[in-house]
Antibody, heavy 121, light 109 residues
Framework: EVQLVESGGGLVKPGGSLRLSCAAS????????MNWVRQAPGKGLEWVSSISSSSSYIYYADSVKGRFTISRDNAKNSLYLQMNSLRAEDTAVYYC??????????????WGQGTLVTVSS | SYVLTQPPSVSVAPGKTARITCGGNNIGSKSVHWYQQKPGQAPVLVIY???DRPSGIPERFSGSNSGNTATLTISRVEAGDEADYYC????????????FGTGTKVTVL
């Protein structure tokens, strides 16, 4: 069974840092792109960042560019998101999602259960 | 950047058909994917590549995409279909990124 388990969320002050992790199991992690998607309380889904299977391609949403860094360790079947200079508007549930890339399109399947990040003083 | 617009809410009686639209400029030239999210749960893929269903998703869920509108159709709606639904595309512009629709809350009357 494919499983994605996020960890590392919590309460952090504005300007602070946090590192999220996503442990993957049940599939060949090194063969898939991986992603972070977030959802602010009561709001819709917002894509945050993506990393290709070998880390050759990395993309960020404009809202986090320069502050967040995505990385992966294929030997440990793990995905990470280093979040610096956090702002109140970064408060959200952060989901880890496996990427499926077929021809000219990409989608997410499956998703982890998410980890809550709260930025507040 | 590319924008996907969905109606905020759709209400439907049990056994009837719900149609959720996703509007975007020439969206018919892109592949659209749909997710279902129930309260307190992670999103689940229900349609990919405009109209394909992942294993385990009922045949009652179908999709179409043409022109400026993609549509998710839920036939013979059940109480368990009450959820938020999001469309999504991959925008392969000079700055590649994923785009989600604004989301639609489906209420079963």
């Amino acid at each position: 069974e494919v499983q994605l388990v996020e960890s590392g969320g919590g309460l952090v002050k504005p300007g602070g840092s946090l590192r999220l992790s996503c442990a993957a199991s049940g599939f060949t992690f090194s063969s898939y792109s991986m992603n972070w998607v977030r959802q602010a309380p009561g709001k819709g889904l917002e894509w945050v960042s993506s990393i290709s299977s070998s880390s050759s391609y990395i993309y960020y949403a404009d809202s986090v560019k320069g502050r967040f860094t995505i990385s992966r360790d294929n030997a440990k079947n793990s995905l990470y998101l280093q979040m610096n200079s956090l702002r109140a508007e970064d408060t959200a549930v952060y989901y880890c999602a496996r990427g499926v890339v077929v021809a000219a399109t990409h989608w997410f399947d499956p998703w982890g259960q998410g980890t809550l990040v709260t930025v507040s003083s | 950047s590319y924008v996907l617009t969905q109606p905020p809410s759709v209400s439907v009686a049990p056994g009837k058909t719900a149609r959720i639209t996703c509007g975007g400029n020439n969206i018919g030239s892109k592949s659209v994917h749909w997710y279902q999210q129930k309260p307190g749960q992670a999103p689940v893929l229900v349609i990919y590549y405009d109209s394909d269903r992942p294993s385990g998703i009922p045949e009652r869920f179908s999709g179409s995409n043409s022109g400026n509108t993609a549509t998710l159709t839920i036939s013979r709606v059940e109480a368990g279909d009450e959820a938020d639904y999001y469309c999504q595309v991959w925008d392969s512009s000079s700055d590649p990124h994923y785009v989600f629709g604004t989301g639609t809350k489906v209420t079963v009357l």
